[in-house]
């Protein structure tokens, strides 16, 4: 891509954007406001895909919007700065050749996160200059950019196992004149080498909080993941807080969307049964409770856990949960005090089940997470009492990764 990008003017663009998120309320702290109004999001994101194909069209077909091509250039301006997320990267290839226009096939394998998400995770973190910063994931940096404007040049690493996007990233980085470092290395990992650090970012989901991660963090310091389930549907955000004394409190709490999970990790789809249940709904039955809201967090965070193997198809007209595995499906609605299941997994029962045990343990919003329970096992739990909804996170082990 063309460097002569770096003498566009697009304070304004940057400035409708804070305006935007300002306005919405998610944008509060004045620290951060100052970082997005300086980072110049078209120096990290100097090409975008676009998806062309519909949903469930398979190879998928996309368009490349180079940035320094006339024709996709407004395209390409209003898509940096709109909340969308940033496709950058399919199936891992080198950045440096990409060819604008039509293509086919292959998956996204990174990506710039929404901007209210990275809002979010920032502001939870409660950056602030001189604080030492490590980014798991990075990717092409934006995040990262953003809290290092804040910490201040040389306190702000990130681990990036793609080599082509850390070498992509940290060229953009030095573009930009922020003084910070990302290494290739694996993530999981951290990077024990300039530990232990204030505050830990990660931009990937995990099923559970690699050691490393808490053994790198400084006393007074924070943590924040999003725990990958298998379900795409029902992310948890943690944050773990160690006090000056090292004692960690983690929280999870369940979000409407959270960072992808690391490569190898394979989500659950509905995809494939689309068709199939708008042709058969399944069998009609009277059900026991109402359908949960889409906010209900706390409940689908546990449903990801003690329901497992079921996502939710968020296309469908109506609440649609499916047990992609076996067969199974439970289609909610349209409000008539029924819902129609097909399979042998009963899925709504399952559901229905659980939302008593819910409301039993007091509808809880968040969860405890004990980090160190001395068995290696990291457990979560609603609260105290024998009505406490409780689960076990799977270990890193089940996780595959990937060849270099």
């Given at each position: ?162 080599a082509h996007m850390a070498a992509f990233a940290q060229r953009n980085l030095y573009r930009l004149s922020v003084g910070a470092a990302i290494v290739e290395g694996d993530a999981l990992d951290g990077y024990e080498a300039l530990a232990p650090y204030d505050r830990i970012h990660s931009g990937i989901g995990v099923p559970c909080v690699p050691p490393a991660w808490v053994e790198q963090l400084a ?129 709504w029962a399952e559901l229905e089940h659980l939302h008593v045990r819910w409301e039993e343990a007091g509808r809880p919003d968040t969860y405890q997470v004990d980090l160190t329970d001395g068995t290696g096992a990291q457990t979560v739990t609603s609260g105290p009492g024998p009505k406490a909804l409780t689960w076990t996170l799977p270990p890193l082990a089940t996780v595959p990764r990937p060849t270099?």
């Open positions: 891509m063309s460097p002569d990008l770096q003498i566009t003017d697009t304070s304004s663009l940057r400035a409708a954007m804070v305006d935007r998120l300002t306005s919405a309320g998610v944008l509060t702290d004045p620290q951060l406001r100052g970082a997005l109004l300086r980072v110049r999001r078209e120096v990290l994101l100097p090409h975008a895909y676009v998806r062309v194909s519909g949903p469930g069209t398979d190879p998928i077909d996309w368009r490349l919007l180079d940035g320094s091509h006339p024709e996709d250039r407004q395209e390409w301006l209003d898509l940096i700065h709109s909340d969308e997320s940033i496709l950058l990267q399919r199936d891992g290839e080198p950045l440096d050749t990409l060819a604008r226009g039509p293509v086919t096939g292959g998956h996204m394998t990174s990506m710039s996160t929404y901007t209210p998400a990275t809002v979010e995770a920032l502001q939870g973190l409660g950056l602030a200059p001189g604080l030492r910063y490590l980014e798991l994931g990075p990717g092409p940096g934006v995040s990262f950019a953003l809290a290092a404007t804040i910490t201040g040049p040389g306190l702000a690493t990130g681990v990036e196992r793609d006393p007074g310091g924070r943590l924040l993941s999003t725990l990958a389930t298998r379900t795409p549907s029902w992310p948890g955000q943690l944050l773990v807080i160690r006090s000056n004394r090292g004692r960690d409190e983690a929280v999870l709490c369940g979000r409407p969307r959270g960072y992808r999970p690391m490569r190898g990790y394979r989500w659950l789809s509905a995809l494939d049964h689309r068709a199939r249940i708008e042709a058969d709904p399944g069998t009609a039955r009277p059900t026991r409770i109402v359908p949960p809201p889409d906010d209900a967090y706390g409940f689908w965070l546990a449903a990801a856990y003690l329901a497992a193997g079921l996502v939710r198809d968020f296309q469908a007209g109506t609440l649609t949960i499916v047990a992609p595995e076996d067969d199974s499906w439970a289609v909610a609605g349209p409000g008539d005090g029924t819902v129609r299941v097909h399979g042998p997994r009963d899925v270099p």
